[in-house]
């Protein structure tokens, strides 16, 4: 009996200012949706902690992202290459495009930034626009990343 030789998965680096926000919720959808084709990771040139309200939001929503942690490029537990990197802030994109440790081609698709949510006034507007966000890249994620041969034409 002969086993198939799969082909090796696509490594993703998702990027935002401090791995804390959307570069977490596009590695838990690619995860998800498509790991089969493809090897996730998710960094920031800083670090912080992911943010409490979206693991909060996300868990409401029946995603679970509690195990994740916030990584910057030099974090010990980070892959050393990859094959796609995708930044999700283009403020984030501009100031570290050229000086990142990876040498990969880059894809830019900006969500914005968490100060987006300024002006949520409560609680109850600051959930709607995290979960705005939630389903904003999560939809991205399932068209954009169901064909890996699409990201070629993607590159920025």
Not at 51 to 61: A, F, H, R, T, W
Not at 92 to 106: C, G, L, N
Request: hydrophobic residues 35%; aromatic residues 12%; charged residues 30%.
């Amino acid at each position: 009996m002969f086993k198939r030789k799969s082909a090796p998965k696509i490594r993703l680096l998702f990027v935002d200012e401090n791995n804390d926000l959307q570069s977490n919720i596009a590695e838990y959808f690619v995860k998800e949706m498509y790991g089969d084709l493809y090897e996730v990771s998710s960094a920031g040139p800083k670090s912080d902690c992911v943010d409490c309200e979206l693991i909060s939001v996300m868990y409401q929503l029946g995603y679970d992202i509690r195990s994740y942690t916030s990584m910057d490029f030099g974090h010990e537990d980070l892959p050393k290459g990859f094959d796609y990197v995708i930044f999700l802030e283009k403020s984030t994109y501009d100031r570290v495009k050229d000086d990142i440790p990876f040498k990969a081609p880059q894809i830019l698709h900006d969500f914005g930034r968490k100060e987006n949510f300024e002006k949520a006034t409560d609680d109850v507007e600051l959930y709607e626009c995290i979960k705005q966000l939630v389903e904003d890249v999560g939809e991205w994620c399932k068209s954009t990343f169901a064909d890996p041969e699409a990201l070629k034409t993607m590159v920025v």
